[in-house]
């Protein structure tokens, strides 16, 4: 009851896959060496997030049977540098949309940040026109069945929260019975029609994700604080919000290092 239904299928498949090299040792063999040595073959064909997933579940289920303590060092988790699209760029994503479903997804990601779970969960009830905003509270996600299943509650506490939209975004959602989803699509279709969207116009590498990359990036070059910009996100922390605009927008960045080199330029060598 504590875990997400998703979560529980990453650790059903994680233990089909992974813990088949340990699963003979008995408690009182396991020793942090060779929890190290597990996890260092397995960093051998696996990259360094599931590395620190399979010994992040191996390690809570140590510590409900064990008071002893290991020793593991685990592989550096360096973040990809994920491409962000520019303006010009989410205006052909929004042109090519023929399905309105999709361009209301698409819309709803780019100018308020939010994942598509949280698109696929929006309901007609969750939705106030007269403060153009939707209210953030649920998530579609898989169960261990493969079922697409609705969760009434979201990824995290801060992901509860209602975000406000230029009242242009609610003139493309229409009414709709109040238990109705706004975007019938799971968020699996959600991700293969977007993908056609984007092959169309040649956005190689950006995904749905990236929209909500590009949310946080603009509003961080707007300089909006990024308290706000956090709630707005539904982010816990301000370390995984920073590593999302570390990669700036390219249009932005050109021109903010113009007026850098411009300042320069006249403040020291008179031009």
Same mark, same amino acid.
């Given at each position: !009851?504590? #875990?997400?239904?998703?979560?529980?299928?990453?650790?059903?498949? &994680?233990?089909?896959? /992974?813990? $088949?090299?340990?699963?003979? +040792?008995?408690?009182?063999?396991?020793?942090?060496?060779?929890?190290?040595?597990?996890?260092?073959? #397995?960093?051998?064909? /696996?990259? *360094?997030?599931?590395?620190?997933?399979?010994? $992040?579940?191996?390690?809570?289920?140590?510590?409900?049977?064990?008071?002893?303590?290991?020793?593991?060092? +685990?592989?550096?988790?360096?973040?990809?540098?994920?491409?962000?699209?520019?303006?010009?760029?989410?205006?052909?994503?929004?042109?090519?949309?023929?399905?309105?479903? &999709?361009?209301?997804?698409? &819309? %709803?990601?780019?100018?308020?940040? &939010?994942?598509? !779970?949280?698109?696929?969960?929006?309901?007609?009830?969750?939705?106030?026109?007269?403060?153009?905003?939707?209210?953030? /509270?649920?998530?579609?996600?898989?169960?261990?069945?493969?079922?697409?299943?609705?969760?009434?509650?979201?990824?995290?506490?801060?992901? %509860?929260?209602? %975000?406000?939209?230029?009242?242009?975004?609610?003139?493309?959602?229409?009414?709709?019975?109040?238990?109705?989803?706004?975007?019938?699509?799971?968020?699996?279709? #959600?991700?293969?029609?977007?993908?056609?969207?984007?092959?169309?116009? $040649?956005?190689?590498? %950006?995904?749905?994700? =990236? #929209?909500?990359?590009?949310? *946080? =990036?603009?509003? /961080?070059?707007? !300089?909006?604080?990024?308290?706000?910009?956090?709630?707005?996100? !539904?982010?816990?922390?301000?370390?995984?919000?920073?590593?999302?605009?570390?990669?700036? +927008?390219?249009?932005?960045?050109?021109?903010?290092?113009?007026?850098?080199?411009?300042?320069?330029?006249?403040?020291?060598?008179?031009?």
């Amino acid at each position: !009851g504590v #875990l997400s239904p998703s979560t529980i299928l990453g650790y059903r498949k &994680m233990q089909k896959k /992974h813990y $088949g090299k340990i699963n003979d +040792l008995r408690l009182s063999e396991v020793t942090s060496k060779n929890l190290q040595v597990y996890v260092s073959d #397995l960093c051998s064909d /696996h990259s *360094a997030k599931s590395v620190r997933n399979v010994y $992040g579940l191996l390690s809570a289920s140590l510590n409900q049977v064990s008071d002893k303590k290991y020793n593991v060092t +685990l592989p550096t988790y360096v973040r990809p540098n994920l491409p962000t699209p520019n303006d010009e760029m989410v205006q052909k994503l929004l042109d090519s949309a023929k399905v309105p479903e &999709m361009k209301i997804a698409m &819309m %709803i990601s780019a100018f308020g940040t &939010m994942r598509r !779970g949280e698109i696929s969960a929006i309901k007609y009830k969750d939705i106030d026109r007269e403060k153009t905003a939707i209210y953030v /509270h649920a998530d579609i996600v898989q169960d261990e069945n493969l079922k697409w299943v609705y969760k009434p509650y979201p990824k995290t506490e801060k992901s %509860i929260r209602l %975000i406000q939209y230029p009242k242009e975004v609610f003139d493309y959602i229409p009414e709709g019975d109040p238990d109705t989803f706004v975007v019938p699509f799971t968020p699996q279709s #959600l991700t293969r029609r977007f993908r056609k969207l984007r092959d169309k116009i $040649g956005a190689e590498g %950006i995904t749905l994700q =990236s #929209l909500r990359r590009y949310a *946080a =990036s603009f509003m /961080h070059a707007l !300089g909006i604080p990024d308290k706000y910009i956090m709630e707005t996100g !539904g982010w816990a922390s301000d370390r995984v919000l920073k590593a999302v605009y570390e990669n700036t +927008l390219s249009d932005k960045q050109i021109e903010f290092t113009e007026k850098r080199n411009d300042y320069v330029a006249k403040k020291f060598f008179k031009k």
